[in-house]
């Protein structure tokens, strides 16, 4: 052997260790990134008032997520409320509010026709809500099924994000 050819097949040794690596590398963080799953503990969350409960697929949640950002987040930044920040979309807000909004189907209601925090008075013609479809053109496109999603990623997140959701600057 040359000394040419020592250096080719070491070199072409060296070649084929690091693709090797760098592929192994890149299954073993994408998988991880992928096989990311939030546990059903955190997805299951109340589906009324009545005490039962439902458990959100990651298709529902992701779905949440998205029409949340899509549609809420401009006000709800972070489970926040920029109309009212002493009104934020913590569990302890929304289960202090009348009637209680901390259930799948009575968040949907209130998307529906919302009140406001002690229930009294509507807001449609302030809150985003299906009575008010032309004031707010967004709610036109949303099904039933995208509320019940949105409601579903407001419930999970205070298990998901902690404090961050509805905490405000000073719990970040």
Known sequence: MTIPSVLKKTLASVVIVYVTLVVVMLLLTTGSAIAV????????????????????????????????????????LDGGSKTNPDVDLSTETLALATPPRNSIESIVNYLNE???????????????????????????????????????????QPRIVGQQWAGGKPKR
């Open 37 to 76: 799953e939030i546990d059903e503990s955190i997805r299951t969350v109340p589906l009324n008032n009545n005490g039962m409960q439902t458990t959100l697929s990651l298709n529902q949640l992701a779905l949440g997520r998205q029409k949340f950002n899509n549609s809420c987040a401009q006000c709800h």
């Open 114 to 156: 919302p009140t406001t925090y002690d229930g009294v008075t509507s807001l449609a013609a302030f809150h985003p809500s299906t009575l008010e479809p032309e004031i707010f053109p967004i709610m036109q496109s949303l099904s039933e099924d995208d509320l019940s999603a949105i409601a579903g990623y407001i419930l999970t």
